[in-house]
């Protein structure tokens, strides 16, 4: 027996004062509603209904435990209320963890958009270049560059963001302009990127045509955070290599200048990630199809 399918159908019977109007209501034959009140009836030993041929009368047991029954019923009503409310008005907090460039240049910029089209929900944003684990960090998502390493997570594809090698005009004016990315390994300074992981510093990599060219280089200063990496360069200390979104605005402004164009690797693929035997909640899946729409103009 399905029982509280059962105490939905008593309670109807109660508030209909008839098992045919009842049936109506809930559009269940009348034999089914029924079979429940007597099933429902030798499963609690007592008799909450007392039926003639022209009425259904409530028993006094029957109406205490309608009486304490109801309770639980609307309860659920309004629990499944605010469930149903959630799939179209999402609330609550996300835990969401991003790398330094992408959560400057990309995320915060369009979230008075996304506050815009969900209120109600909180984001609590962590920003670092780091590889936090989902689980120990109670993450619900996050962005990740490149390939993901991980069995365990599940992932969504984002989109590529080219490449870009630029450096200050103050720079230019000292070192001169790099015509070959193996001019960064002897004339130039380039300022290197050690993984937030490992401390090992990051190869740039160049490529024009099928020639691929992986450079260390050397320089006074190396980081291990992208928005620092991108202030080195407009400091002027030396030669980056990193992605378009991040430079271009300054690109735009003079604060940076592009070289090496043509020697531009294949673009670098982002992506959501998140447990995959981690029940999402509708506001974790709106947010990430907004990354989905939102990463799908990224260049």
């Given at each position: ?111 008075p ?20 684990d ?58 290197s ?7 090992r ?78 029940n ?17 103009t990224?260049?």
């Amino acid at each position: 027996m399905n029982q509280l399918l059962a105490i939905r159908v008593f309670a109807r019977v109660v508030e209909a004062g008839s098992f045919v109007k009842a049936a109506d209501s809930l559009e269940m034959p009348k034999a089914t509603v029924s079979k429940l009140i007597q099933d429902l009836e030798g499963f609690l030993r007592v008799r909450l209904l007392q039926r003639t041929t022209r009425s259904v009368t409530v028993t006094l047991d029957g109406a205490k435990y309608y009486e304490q029954t109801a309770r639980i019923i609307r309860d659920l009503e309004e629990i499944d209320a605010g469930f149903q409310s959630a799939l179209f008005n999402p609330r609550g907090k996300i835990h969401v963890n991003v790398g330094g460039s992408v959560a400057t240049a990309l995320i915060i910029p369009a979230l008075p958009e996304f506050f815009a089209r969900f209120p109600d929900i909180e984001i609590e944003l962590g920003v670092s270049d780091r590889h936090v684990d989902l689980i120990s960090d109670n993450v619900d998502c996050v962005i990740r560059g490149g390939a993901i390493q991980e069995q365990s997570l599940a992932a969504r594809f984002l989109g590529q963001a080219s490449w870009t090698t630029c450096a200050s005009p103050a720079y230019l004016q000292r070192f001169g302009t790099p015509g070959h990315p193996w001019d960064l390994e002897h004339e130039h300074r380039i300022i290197s990127y050690h993984s937030a992981r490992t401390s090992r510093v990051v190869p740039a990599v160049f490529q024009c045509g099928d020639e691929k060219i992986e450079v260390i280089g050397k320089g006074v200063l190396s980081v291990n955070e992208s928005n620092a990496h991108i202030a080195a360069g407009l400091a002027g200390l030396g030669v980056i290599h990193t992605f378009n979104y991040a430079v271009q605005p300054f690109i735009e402004t003079g604060a940076l200048v592009p070289v090496l164009q043509d020697w531009r690797p294949a673009p670098y693929p982002f992506h959501v990630a998140y447990p995959p035997n981690r029940n999402l909640s509708n506001r974790v899946r709106v947010f990430i199809d907004w990354l989905v729409e939102h990463f799908s103009t990224l260049t």
